[in-house]
């Protein structure tokens, strides 16, 4: 089926929240695991045939918390998707600080995907395959139909409900996030503690983290907020304490619940929403993108 491309976005890449995170490949939700594991295979092959040019980057590392609830929960979202994912055993907790003995951890290998990396490559090849880029201010999806696209695919990320304009932008929401490039070269491996209080290794850069803020929609980082994140951290890996701050990034996570993936036919056209993905834009990618394709193949044909 021979198609015609043209991706619409009203600023400029380096704007968007996608320029920012570190994107390590890890499912919240277990609903989206066929999903995360087609973007998983996707970033697999990726980083074998071409590596990280791509901003891919494969990278091993452990998440700790007092619930080992939360952590079953991990291993039952993506613990066979992933490589090598295992808890933590007695021995292997000693190497972190911490005086508590209810301390859980796991283990796992998988891949982060740095957006200002991944996705000017994916640009570039999109262009070398013929797909139009438009900086433009679209208002809702009718605005495209009216001009005589047959499919009109929302991925606005915060703006999804807006652009959908029947009323579902009530339902999207965003949730703020606060991420440090840091000057810690020596560290290879990405370490969470109950998923707020992290450090990542991407291919050059080292990113720590995070606030979650529900509705919060300041662009600017707070002393009080840049504090609370160094000392959470710290206290976790003691050997920061005197790491220096390259860069700092505010973001908003396009939310809903659930994500909104679904194919609305008008006339004989065909409007596919695809936002509200929250923290986990990268990890479901692909698997997202594969289903859009399939929608679209079984409408016309």
């Not at 919240?28 to 066929?34: A, E, I, L």
């Not at 590596?51 to 918390?65: A, F, P, R, V």
């Given at each position: 089926m021979d198609v015609e491309i043209t991706i619409f976005s009203d600023l400029p890449f380096e704007k968007t929240t996608s320029w920012g995170p570190a994107g390590l490949h890890r499912i919240?939700?277990?609903?989206?695991?066929?999903w995360g594991n087609l973007t998983f295979q996707r970033y697999s092959n990726l980083f074998r045939d071409i590596?990280?040019?791509?901003?891919?980057?494969?990278?091993?590392?452990?998440?700790?918390?007092e619930d080992i609830e939360k952590l079953?929960?991990?291993e039952r979202n993506y613990g066979d998707i992933v490589y090598d994912f295992h808890f933590l055993s007695p021995r292997e907790l000693l190497q972190f600080n911490s005086e508590r003995t209810n301390l859980s951890g796991i283990h796992f290998t998988a891949f982060t995907t740095e957006g200002r990396k991944y996705v000017p490559w994916m640009t570039e090849r999109l262009k070398g395959l013929g797909v139009h880029f438009i900086q433009r201010h679209v208002l809702n999806v009718l605005e495209l139909i009216n001009e005589g696209f047959d499919v009109v695919v929302n991925c606005a990320g915060i703006r999804g409900g807006e652009v959908a304009d029947d009323g579902d932008s009530v339902n999207v929401y965003p949730i703020r996030g606060v991420l440090f490039q840091v000057d810690a070269p020596w560290q290879k491996q990405f370490l969470y503690e109950d998923f707020t209080t992290f450090t990542i290794p991407t291919i050059e850069s080292v990113y720590m983290g995070t606030v979650k803020e529900i509705n919060g929609m300041s662009t600017q980082v707070s002393p009080e907020e840049r504090e609370a994140v160094r000392q959470k951290y710290i206290k976790l890996q003691p050997a920061f304490k005197n790491v220096s701050i390259i860069s700092e990034w505010v973001g908003f996570r396009p939310s809903r619940d659930p994500i909104r993936l679904e194919a609305i036919p008008f006339n004989n056209d065909l409007i596919i929403h695809n936002y509200g993905h929250g923290g986990n834009g990268f990890t479901l990618s692909w698997g997202c993108a594969l289903e859009v394709v399939e929608l679209i193949k079984n409408h016309f044909n």
């Open positions: 919240d939700n277990g609903m989206y695991r066929k590596g990280g040019t791509t901003g891919i980057q494969k990278l091993s590392g452990n998440i700790l918390s079953r929960l991990q």
